[in-house]
């Protein structure tokens, strides 16, 4: 229930879509500036927005319903943004919020899924706009993990309340073995991560998540 499931080089894995060509007298760090703008807009546009103000919900009653209870809940989060939202990928997150909400595999001590947590990491999903799919769990305080993998190389983030996260990021760059960890806002993401090329991580080509 806890585990993380089985995410060209480009600019920067935070673009929107593959640029072809650039015109006489645009700069690409101007393109980068665009799609950073637009990245934006996205977060501050009205439904993503409200997401911000999502408070964890109480969940009475026995284990088998306070789970129903959470996943009903995490999926709502979700659906209230699904116009920012690949479809197939919005039907498997459903299928794996049901599967991390299983009475049958969740262990005891487990905190229950927080949708202040989940919100944070749909409001980054939006922001980030990857190409490649996280692999998504839960960790025992009840804060969901998402993870992206590219080869031994490995970028894993852990989605708090009020848009923060916590990051961890293994990277080998020339031939060398580079580890580094930070907590930050979301939109954060992309300077304190931009040093380590996280490009592989986040990108497959240019299909797109979100």
Sequence with gaps: MNTLLAAPRSRSVFELAPVQ????????????????LANMRRLLSAPVEQLKSVADK??????TNQLKTKAQSLKGIAGAVS???????????????????DPEEWEADCALPSEQSFSTFIRMIIYLHPTKRPSIGLAPNG???????????????????????????????????????????????PDVTEAYDPDPLFCNGHRLLA
């Excluded at 006489?24 to 665009?34: E, F, K, R, W, Y």
């Excluded at 109480?58 to 284990?63: M, Q, R, S, Y």
């Design 143 to 189: 804060n969901f993990l998402s993870a992206w993998r590219h080869g031994e190389d490995r970028i894993t983030i852990e989605s708090l309340a009020n848009d923060e996260v916590r990051w961890s990021l293994s990277r080998t760059l020339a031939g060398e073995r580079e580890l580094a960890a930070g907590r930050v806002q979301i939109h954060r993401v």
């Design 58 to 63: 109480d969940a009475p009653g026995e284990l």
């Design 83 to 101: 116009m920012h939202l690949d479809t197939d990928w919005r039907r498997r997150l459903f299928l794996r919020l049901d599967e991390i909400c």
């Design 21 to 36: 060509h650039l015109s006489a007298g645009v700069s690409a760090d101007s393109i980068l500036i665009g799609k950073r």
